[in-house]
């Protein structure tokens, strides 16, 4: 398996643009989270989902970020409209029946809004 | 909710010395408790964790201990070498009432040669 897999994995634009995050997560997981990781307040859970369902969405800063799992093996993190101090790293991780337990992280996004 | 935190920020160790890294959480309630290594540009990867109704696990060379009554862990590395050199995460969670994972404020490791 290629582990989690996440694109693209940096990504520059410019403030006030939409930007999109994609992930696949490992084959057979049934839980998939994104985090976003800054050096101010470090690794940050934005949403999970559990069989495609978004179980907890509170970590999501603002309107602005959203996110989809259309299927078992693709989730996106949209941010519209990009802000500069949405400037990050977001990983994607995924785990199979044990919620956090044995995650495994994606690559990450490196995210840079000018 | 949970917080977590993690000392010290950094660590600087002669290679073959030991490294302590220590957490402590405050939702006496968590019963998971993994630690993840990130290597400079590279994802966060588990290296070993530990539930609450153990008090140590150890692994080669690295251990966890868990003391539930002080809600302290502590990661311990010994006979440390230049490739252990990474920041180190701790994190908490209540599996069995939520999923998420509270992470510490991570230590980087140096391990001089």
């Known amino acids: 398996d290629a582990g989690v897999i996440q694109s693209p994995r940096h990504e520059v634009t410019e403030m006030g643009q939409e930007v999109t995050l994609r992930c696949k997560p490992i084959?057979?997981?049934?839980?998939l989270f994104w985090y976003r990781q800054t050096m101010m307040r470090g690794l940050e859970l934005l949403i999970y989902?559990?069989?495609?369902?978004?179980?907890?969405d509170s970590g999501m800063p603002e309107d602005r970020f959203s996110a989809k799992m259309p299927n078992a093996s693709f989730s996106t993190l949209k941010i519209q409209p990009s802000e500069p101090r949405d400037s990050a790293v977001y990983f994607c991780?995924?785990?199979?029946?044990?919620?956090?337990?044995?995650?495994?992280f994606g690559s990450g996004t490196q995210l840079s809004v000018l | 909710g949970e917080n977590v935190e993690q000392h010290p920020s950094t660590l600087s160790v002669q290679e073959g010395d030991s490294a302590v890294i220590k957490c402590t959480y405050s939702?006496?309630?968590?019963?998971?408790f993994p630690w993840y290594k990130q290597e400079l540009g590279k994802r966060p990867q588990l290296i070993i964790d530990?539930?609450?109704?153990?008090g140590e696990k150890k692994d080669q060379r690295i251990a966890v201990t868990l003391n539930k009554t002080a809600k302290h862990f502590s990661l311990h590395i010994t006979e440390t070498q230049p490739e252990d050199s990474a920041v180190y995460f701790c994190?908490?969670?209540?599996?069995?009432?939520?999923?998420?994972?509270?992470f510490g404020s991570g230590t980087r490791l140096l391990v001089r040669p």
């Open positions: 991780a995924s785990s199979l029946g044990a919620g956090v337990e044995k995650l495994f």
């Open positions: 084959s057979g997981h049934d839980y």
């Open positions: 989902f559990n069989n495609n369902v978004p179980i907890d």
């Open positions: 939702d006496s309630a968590s019963n998971y």
């Open positions: 530990i539930r609450s109704n153990v």
């Open positions: 994190a908490a969670s209540k599996t069995d009432s939520s999923y998420k994972l509270i």
